[in-house]
T-cell receptor
């Protein structure tokens, strides 16, 4: 069965530090990849998505992610984080096999001011 | 355009009580989903619907029932609530199957079962 792994459960950084959150998926076929963000007390919002084309995807608020097919990875990056980036981040994948989206368990990011 | 709305926002139940959570979307989306979110578990799919009158089981369907009588509404029912169902419940909708369209999420319902 398809699965998504997020290796970092809890990350603490200082403002202006660089960020990289890992995401790996298990599925050998065509995939579509997503990063969602959930700010404290709020619902999930889409940060960015990859369907096809350029494997480097740029999203909102300065985030980007790179799809590396050979590594089954879709890591999220931001060069310089801000306190307002404190949130939980979820990687997700859909495949051409079914209608469902599979979420990772999430990474809780805490930015120190 | 309200997007996806959920009612109620909060609810406390006693074990054995029943309740229905309502999800409504005004985007004319075909697909609707119910998830539960628990600490360290991410989002787990309970049930979903690919169109009016259809429902399907997700990853954790036991103890829940759903109905999609109208395209814009997706109801989640708990017939006999248990403390293990204490969670935050999110509804989502999408225009097409998840492969090609993002899911839009509602604000969530925080349910506590005593």
């Amino acid at each position: 069965a398809q699965s998504v792994s997020q290796h970092n459960h809890h990350v603490i950084l200082s403002e202006a530090a660089s960020l990289e959150l890992g995401c790996n998926y298990s599925y050998g076929g065509t995939v579509n990849l997503f990063w969602y963000v959930q700010y404290p007390g709020q619902h999930l919002q889409l940060l960015l998505k990859y369907f096809s084309g350029d494997p480097l995807v740029k999203g909102i608020k300065g985030f980007e992610a790179e799809f590396i097919k050979s590594k089954f990875s879709f890591n999220l990056r931001k060069p310089s984080v801000q306190w307002s980036d404190t949130a939980e981040y979820f990687c997700a994948v859909t495949t051409n096999r079914d209608d469902k989206i599979i979420f990772g368990k999430g990474t809780r990011l805490h930015i120190l001011p | 355009n309200a997007g996806v709305t959920q009612t109620p926002k909060f609810r406390v139940l006693k074990t054995g009580q029943s309740m229905t959570l309502l999800c409504a979307q005004d985007m004319n989306h075909e697909y609707m989903y119910w998830y539960r979110q628990d600490p360290g578990m991410g989002l787990r799919l309970i049930h979903y619907s690919v169109g009016e009158g259809t429902t399907a089981k997700g990853e954790v369907p036991d103890g829940y029932n759903v109905s999609r009588l109208k395209k814009q509404n997706f109801l989640l029912g708990l017939e006999s609530a248990a403390p293990s169902q204490t969670s935050v419940y999110f509804c989502a909708s999408s225009h097409l199957a998840g492969s090609y369209n993002e899911q839009f999420f509602g604000p969530g319902t925080r349910l506590t079962v005593l």
